[in-house]
Nanobody
Framework: QLPLVESGGGLVQPGGSLTLSCAAPGFNLDHYAIGWFRQAPGKEREGISCISGMDDTTTSTDSAKGRFAVSRDNAKNTIYLQMNDLKPEDTAVYYC?????????????????WGQGTQVTVSS
């Protein structure tokens, strides 16, 4: 299991921006697909965005509504989730995970490693 760690969450006002980070200290993530998910109170964990481990191609779900973007910085061994125009309904615990293949998927059953999650709260 990879020791994924999310960071960057916090309290932000509606319309604001926030960047989350996903890292695995001591492990090279260059060739791993990384998926971002979130889980709001009373709801199931849902996929947000994913970056491929083969060619850095990105995929997003309708939940992102064009406001979120995933990227990778191999020099820092970190995967980011840039979130813009945040809304109260974006409030959730955000997780990064690794699927068994290097291609993107939003099927929870395909993921074998998760971080502990980071809380994002969007409120005035």
């Amino acid at each position: 299991q990879l020791p994924l760690v999310e960071s960057g969450g916090g309290l932000v006002q509606p319309g604001g921006s926030l960047t989350l980070s996903c890292a695995a200290p001591g492990f090279n993530l260059d060739h791993y697909a990384i998926g971002w998910f979130r889980q709001a109170p009373g709801k199931e964990r849902e996929g947000i965005s994913c970056i491929s481990g083969m060619d850095d191609t990105t995929t997003s779900t309708d939940s992102a509504k064009g406001r979120f973007a995933v990227s990778r910085d191999n020099a820092k061994n970190t995967i980011y989730l840039q979130m813009n125009d945040l809304k109260p309904e974006d409030t959730a615990v955000y997780y990064c995970g690794i699927p068994g293949l290097r291609v993107c998927t939003f099927d929870l059953g395909d993921y074998y490693s998760w971080g502990q999650g980071t809380q994002v709260t969007v409120s005035s």
